[in-house]
């Protein structure tokens, strides 16, 4: 019999209503198995194990009174920590934050919440989502549980390596160039960027307003659907969050793909695409040919300069977004020999900002400023808008985009972080959607020498039940979801016996 | 400095466009729900952690601020976009929460508008540029004590909403400054849409002032003036900073382009930075907020319900109730006072409303006013209601008082609160119209005087006013002089 920790979702729920097994129990058993190997991923920066017990012992009592439960009631999930909780320490992984407890939830966490879902932790991230490895995280990198030495992607890794490891049932985690898609990938995981405006940001800590948006990990198509059924829907505290009604995504898991279309965008299989992902790619394009889809091929001509593109609009947006960060009003604030206040902010943003946050606010600012904004704000809007006519031409003929979601398997720690260009094209096949505003998934495509390759699956704005339909067929003719990860133990002398 | 030959022979002329900030009077804040009334409150009081620029907040656009800056709009003959939207204007200050304020840079709400001013008997038509929302700032106070130089930071007026008015440099003089900031005013309390408290910071006026000589097609350089409170600072600080560009030009110096302040205290204004340490805001477009669409059916529904403008309502009152020019403009130089006068009007009936009208704006625009002024009260606060100047006006129609006792009575009024018909009753101090009492009086008048009768009979016809002045003084002056006489000869005669 499996573990605990390992069910899915769906058997979770399924077990806690017939009351096979308790929520208390399901928590319990993540938080142990987190005491278990978080010494080796170091998934979490905060763990709430005693909240977490809590609202589990009180979702068993409101069972045993028969009172109504959410739909969630029960699942042990992990929040990245750029998501505001109310009353729980909130850090961006960025010294700037280290102790700020904010006194909202962010609308995602009411609705978890609300749900019955139980959060058992704030899960590491790159300092305010800026990276694609986690190691740039202030506290601590995080690691890949399928390698040890390697990373599990950024920024939102933590979330990542915590359900591939099992540390939780899903998580959620924020998309700003890839950032839920790509550490998914790296440690075969299913994770969706939703459209953008389907998922609220309130609450979400902002890095670059117009791209983030919030997704889901999990460990198959139908956890995420789950996942997405509470978080997706309008809020009217987020202005560009969009009120229309929001599908039964669990609805949209019919298992068929038969005369989907299906379009293999041929600037996703260039150069840099390592032969083990390209392989893994292809192997499954078949497999979705075997299941009766449509394949054909498909150009997005301007992918190559999304990267550019991006690396003026996200630091752009984040050079304001980072500015209230003053020492002023809250989080860290310098005050050891600072003479004035002009001061004060800038020891503060000096000694709180990390090198990689601080490199793109200069650039954002830089981007921004009197002379340059028509040369690079203006003229990468524009790119902006010709990525997103690629996309809507290449919807006209096609349902779904297939590809890889990154063009390496995983890294090993520190093997890029002194070239931050090598780091950024990392992402080349996942910002384009975050530029365009539609929707993908990365799903588990496979192996390359023991590696996860992530699949992407790309749909238009608002095809989410689309690529979840896809995804889950996927994973009826494949097993790689369901593979975990051989943790090696952990170096340490055994415990003395009693 | 370069110094040119002095130039005395030159004549030159002062350019003005002036920059309005008002604060919106919406219940709540611009970009979340927390109340706009800081006026006496404490300070960090009205915040929330939406307009203290918490991490992960995100503005939602109040759109009453958006149907008072179109109403506003309208009655400044703008043009409404179709589309606009808001912008990130970036700068560090520690009463800007967010290092970043929300305003609106190249696409505003409105443009291209005017208003009239009358100077001199005569119309000006002063051009508006534009009319743009933004978020007001929290305010920022320098502080020393204890030998310690330290920052107080109120953020109560952060997020208030304020629409900035830009004017096109079309002034040309400190009073036509003065006569556009008070036209603006009165506009805008009409609309309702500010208070108009320019003490309070509630409307804030920046000025660009540049002097060139008459006939020269470029402007001076752009000089801008800050912190004026009062219209009379706006007309002072103008017409000191013409001067003293003109001096400078006379003495051959060059004027830079520059920020100065008005020192209210010393009558002067004082250089605060020059262009090149003018910031540059990196605006670009705010990304947690969508674009605004202002369909025509939301611009016709604000339209609807408009409230007459001043010019429009100085019309009417000089056609409708035959005012003069005078009283007309005072009476319609604020809202509340126009409407108390209309208010006073209409509750009687129509007939003689033209005479009454007259009387109306007479009492208000002149004692009730002198009173207001004298005890600090708004019209809106009169003690002393329409229906109360109304029914003064009728008692004196009527002769039930006359002139010099109706001001006693509106004394008397404005200090109790108690409608004037109450207080003549009571008082007694209704003139006697009734005939018999003032027959009574004139009866006991002669039975009482009868030598002067005598003296009446012999011929002598000054002993008549002898009679009446018993009247009068026996009737405590409540007898009319020239009701008595008729009497008190007809009386006599029959004798
Ligand atoms: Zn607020």
């Known amino acids: 019999m499996a573990e605990l920790w390992q069910l899915s979702i769906s058997e979770a729920l399924d077990k806690l209503a017939r009351r096979e097994i308790s929520a208390a129990d399901l928590t319990r058993a993540h938080l142990d198995r987190i005491e278990a190997v978080e010494g080796r991923v170091r998934s979490f920066v905060t763990v709430t194990d005693q909240d977490a017990m809590r609202e589990a012992e009180q979702i068993d009592r409101m069972r045993g009174e028969g009172e109504a439960l959410g739909p969630l009631a029960g699942i042990p999930l992990a929040l990245k920590d750029v998501l505001c909780t109310k009353g729980v320490r909130t850090t961006c992984s960025s010294r700037m934050l280290e102790h700020f407890v904010p006194p909202y939830d962010a609308t995602v966490v009411s609705r978890l919440r609300q749900a019955g879902a139980i959060a058992v932790g704030k899960t590491n991230m790159d300092e305010f989502a800026m990276g694609s490895s986690t190691e ?10 399928w390698d040890l030495d390697r990373v599990p992607g950024g920024s939102s890794g933590g ?76 809020d009217r505290l987020d202005s560009t969050s969009v009120n229309r009604p929001t599908p039964d995504y669990l609805a949209a898991l019919t298992g068929d793909v038969k005369g989907l279309r299906i379009g293999v965008p041929k600037e996703y299989f260039v150069e840099g695409v390592e032969p083990g992902v390209k392989q893994v790619v292809d192997e499954a394009i078949k497999t979705f ?33 980072l500015a209230r960060y003053d020492g002023v009003k ?36 830089y981007a921004l400023s009197a002379g340059y904004y028509d040369a690079y704000y203006l003229k990468a809007e524009k790119v902006r808008t010709l990525i997103k006519r690629d996309f809507d031409k290449a919807f006209e003929q096609f349902d779904v985009l297939i590809g890889p979601t990154s063009p390496t398997v995983a890294f090993k720690l520190n093997e890029k972080l002194s070239d931050p260009y090598a780091m950024y094209l990392n992402d080349v096949f996942t910002i384009p959607v975050n530029l365009a505003g539609n929707c993908a998934i990365s799903i588990p495509g496979g192996f390359s020498d023991g590696l996860p390759v992530g699949l992407q699956l790309i749909g238009p704005s608002f095809g989410e039940e689309t690529l979840l339909r896809a995804s889950d067929a996927f994973e009826h003719a494949t097993d790689f979801h369901t593979r975990w990860p051989a943790l090696p133990q952990q170096k340490r002398p055994p415990r003395a016996r009693k | 400095m370069p110094t040119a030959s002095p130039k005395t022979d030159v004549v030159y002329e002062v350019t003005i466009g002036l920059e309005v900030h008002a604060q919106l009077l919406t219940a709540s804040k611009m970009f979340c729900r927390c109340p706009t009334d800081y006026a006496n409150a404490a300070p960090n009081t009205h915040n929330c952690p939406i307009c203290m620029g ?56 409105s443009t291209n508008g005017h208003l009239t001013i009358h100077v001199n008997g005569e119309d000006r038509r002063i051009g508006i540029t534009r009319i743009h929302l933004e978020e007001d700032t929290g305010r920022h106070l320098e502080r020393e004590g204890r030998g310690e130089a330290y920052s107080l930071i109120d953020l109560n007026r952060a997020g208030v909403p304020l629409m900035e008015i830009v004017g096109e440099p079309d002034i040309r003089t400190p009073e036509e400054a003065r006569l556009y ?25 920046d000025a660009n002032i540049s002097v060139r000589p008459k006939g020269q097609k470029e402007f001076g350089a752009k000089v801008e003036i800050k912190n004026m409170n009062s219209f009379r600072a706006v007309e002072r600080a103008l017409a000191y900073e013409a001067e003293r560009q003109e001096a400078e030009l006379r003495a051959g110096h060059t004027i830079h382009q520059q920020t100065r302040g008005w020192r209210e205290d010393k009558g002067i204004t004082v250089a605060q930075r020059t262009k090149e340490e003018a910031n540059d805001y990196r605006y670009f477009p705010e990304p947690d907020l969508p674009r605004l669409v202002i369909s025509r059916e939301w611009v016709a529904r604000i339209r609807a319900v408009m409230p007459e403008l001043p010019d429009a309502k100085r019309e009417r009152f000089i056609e409708t109730y035959g005012l003069s020019d005078y009283d007309a403009d005072q009476l319609t130089s604020e809202r509340a006072l126009a409407e108390y006068f209309e208010t006073a009007v209409k509750s009687r009936p129509a007939e003689h409303r033209l005479t009454r009208a007259k009387s109306v704006a007479n009492w208000v625009v002149g004692d009730l006013r002198r009173l207001l002024n004298a005890a600090g009260t708004e019209i809106g606060e009169s003690p002393v209601r329409p229906e109360g100047i109304a029914e003064l006006v009728e008692l004196v129609e009527r002769n039930t008082i006359n002139g010099k006792q109706a001001k006693d009575v509106l004394e008397k009024a404005f200090a109790s609160g108690e409608m004037p018909g109450a207080i003549v009753t009571r008082e007694g101090i209704a003139q006697i119209s009734d005939t018999g009492e003032l027959e009574a009086a004139v009866e006991a008048a002669i039975a009482e005087n009868p030598k002067a009768v005598e003296d009446y009979k012999s011929g002598k016809t000054s002993a008549v006013q002898f009679l009446v002045g018993q009247v009068m003084r026996q009737t405590k002056g409540r007898a009319k002089p020239d009701v008595v006489s008729p009497l008190l000869l007809e009386k006599l005669e029959k004798l």
Not at chain 1, 136 to 145: C, D
Not at chain 1, 175 to 203: C, E, H, I, M
Not at chain 1, 348 to 358: I, S, Y
């Open chain 1, 136 to 145: 740039n995280s202030a506290f601590f990198p995080t690691r890949n549980p």
């Open chain 1, 159 to 234: 979330s990542a390596a915590a359900v591939a490891v099992g540390e939780a049932m899903g998580s959620l985690g924020s998309d700003t160039g890839g950032s839920v898609r790509q550490p998914g990938a790296l440690t075969n995981t299913v994770a969706l960027k939703p459209t953008y405006g389907r998922v609220s940001r309130f609450g979400l800590i902002a890095f670059a307003s117009s791209l983030d948006q919030i997704g889901p990990f999990a460990r198959s198509a139908r956890d995420a659907a789950h996942l997405m059924n509470v978080i997706a829907g309008y």
């Open chain 1, 289 to 321: 040919e075997g299941l009766g889809a449509e394949i054909g091929e498909v150009s997005l001509p301007h992918t190559r300069y999304g990267v550019a593109a991006y690396y003026i609009i996200a630091p752009a947006e984040c050079s304001a977004n």
């Open chain 1, 330 to 365: 809250y989080g860290f604030s310098a005050r050891d020999g600072v003479q004035d206040l002009v001061q004060t902010t800038a020891t503060t943003r000096a000694k709180g900002f990390g090198p990689e946050v601080k490199r793109r606010i200069m650039l954002g600012t």
């Open chain 2, 54 to 109: 918490f991490p992960g907040t995100l503005p939602v656009i109040n759109e009453q601020a958006i149907d008072y800056t179109i109403m506003t709009a309208l009655a400044l003959n703008c043009e409404i976009a179709e589309y606009s939207k808001f912008d990130r204007k970036n700068y560090f200050y520690p009463d800007l929460p967010k290092g970043y304020q929300i305003s609106q840079y190249d696409v505003p709400l």
């Open chain 2, 181 to 205: 900031m008070e036209k603006l005013r009165s506009i805008l309390l009409y609309l309702g849409v500010n208070s108009g408290r320019m003490e309070e910071g509630a409307l804030r006026c």
